[in-house]
């Protein structure tokens, strides 16, 4: 039986871009591309109209903007929708938005270097794609957040230190995956915490930033040499693989630039598997939602020196791809539902 | 003519994007409902000057919904939202008490000519 192949709709209002995305879609013989669209109103005629499985979108356009595009598609037509996004500092906070939105993913643009990273851009956006397309649409509902959400109160002085440590990673449907379990984690966790999302460089600022006003702990994007602390959160900056090290009595943060590991820079089976040659059996690791099995191998050499491991639930998974692969390795010690990861994390430490 | 309004669609999506078009422009949203049974309670209790209704919903649809407020109150003003392509349907709500009506998406400015126009009549 021949496959379906994924209909796709390329809405840009750039007439350029339009032929590039169709152009690198169309050479990978799943996808059929059916149409393009110029705007926004053009955008929810044609998907009204062609029926796509998925649809990229550009995120900023004239007449309606792709997160109005998206807030109604998600409403009225539902649709699993990929963001094409350029990287400014607005342009990322809007991408985050986007997520909230109801986005399935987001794919950084190519921009001025446009043949230097058009291989690159075409290889993730078409993964990206075809896991769009096996999305359940339910589970990225409109996600309503306040425009400036009223940061909870951050603990005044520094917690004790177990001596512990949570490391977490995630991928497709992490940002929102995070929010949840970040915000849920209380003000004096006596342990850091060290996160790996897969995402393009700019991005994970802007998303350490979004989570620092939510959550009761610090949040910050890790530079190298940081000094880990107890109840603060450390996210690896995309395009850099994070591990941590032992230096005398403390333990740094080191960022480095080995090509990615299954795709993908940061890549959290590096940053578990020195998790777990500093922290032994007090560290405690957790899978998230995401496409792909990055985080297995890590969970193994958590487990190996005697951590913990927790991995989500498939129920709550947007997308189960990174939990699966690391229940497959038998080294998980919990399932857990989303709403429920910070409460397995505290039990723990 | 009080420039309160009851927001009625099951997508929160649309209901913030109502509640943003209509206070930045001097209405008060006074209430939202997710459904028609819920937007006919609605409305006994906040008796707004305009509602604002989504035709498609789940349980108690947005044309039955017209059809019982107008029961209630045969003055009611509601204007009805619309997806593309659900143009007999708003047909039929208007048949059944509704007075205007806008394609969703929105724009603020269709909007907002409806919605005064929905006051002033």
Not at chain 1, 34 to 50: C, F, M
Not at chain 1, 76 to 100: F, I, N
Not at chain 1, 142 to 151: C, V
């Amino acid at each position: 039986m021949v496959k379906e192949r994924i209909r796709v709709l390329v809405v840009d209002d750039s007439a350029l871009m339009r032929r590039v995305v169709w152009g690198l879609l169309e050479q990978d013989p799943e996808l059929l591309v059916v149409g393009s669209a110029v705007d926004g109103i053009d955008a929810v005629a044609k998907v009204h109209q062609l029926k796509p499985d998925v649809v990229t979108l550009d995120v900023e356009m004239p007449r309606m903007d792709g997160l109005q595009v998206l807030g109604y598609l998600m409403s009225e037509a539902p649709v699993a929708c990929v963001m094409l996004s350029a990287y400014t500092p607005r342009g990322a906070e809007t991408t985050l938005k986007a997520l909230d939105y109801g986005a399935a993913d987001f794919v950084q643009k190519p921009s001025g270097t446009i043949s230097l990273n058009l291989e690159r851009v075409q290889e993730e956006l078409i993964a990206k794609v075809k896991t769009a397309a096996g999305i359940d649409l339910k589970r990225l509902s409109f996600h309503s957040r306040p425009e400036e959400p009223k940061a909870p109160e951050k603990a005044a002085e520094e917690p004790r230190d177990n001596g512990g440590i949570v490391a977490i990673c995630s991928s497709t449907g992490g940002p929102r995956a995070l929010a949840e379990v970040l915000a849920g984690l209380p003000g004096n966790l006596a342990c850091p915490v060290a996160v790996v999302q897969h995402m393009s460089p700019g991005f994970t600022r802007s998303l350490a930033e979004r989570l620092d006003k939510e959550c009761r702990l610090r949040v910050q994007e890790a530079a190298q040499g940081d000094r880990l602390m107890p109840g603060r959160i450390w996210l690896a900056p995309g395009d850099f693989h994070m591990t941590l090290e032992r230096r005398g009595g403390d333990v740094v943060v080191a960022l480095d630039r080995r090509p990615p590991q299954l795709g993908v820079r940061p890549c959290a089976d590096l940053l578990f598997q020195s998790v777990a040659e500093a922290f032994g059996a007090k560290a405690v690791a957790v899978v998230l939602t995401g496409m792909g099995r990055d985080g297995a191998k890590g969970v193994k050499a958590i487990k190996a020196r005697g951590g913990r491991v927790i991995s989500q639930d498939e129920a709550t998974s947007v997308v189960y791809g990174m939990p699966r692969a690391a229940f497959a390795t038998g080294c998980v010690d919990k399932v857990a539902p989303l709403g429920a990861v910070a409460a397995s994390i505290v039990e723990w430490m | 003519m009080k420039k309160t309004i009851l927001v009625v669609d099951d997508a929160a999506f649309m209901r913030a994007t109502l509640k943003d078009i209509l206070g930045r422009n001097g209405y008060e949203v006074v209430g939202e409902a997710r459904n028609g049974a819920e937007a006919l309670t609605r409305y006994a209790e906040l008796k707004p000057g305009l509602v604002t209704m989504d035709i498609v919903m789940p349980e108690v649809s947005g044309i039955e919904a017209v059809r019982r407020i107008v029961e209630l109150d045969p003055q009611a003003r509601i204007i009805m939202c619309s997806a593309m392509g659900q143009q007999s349907l708003v047909v039929e709500a208007i048949q059944a008490g509704a007075r205007d009506f806008v394609i969703k998406p929105f724009q603020a400015a269709r909007v907002l000519d409806a919605v005064a126009r929905g006051l002033e009549a």
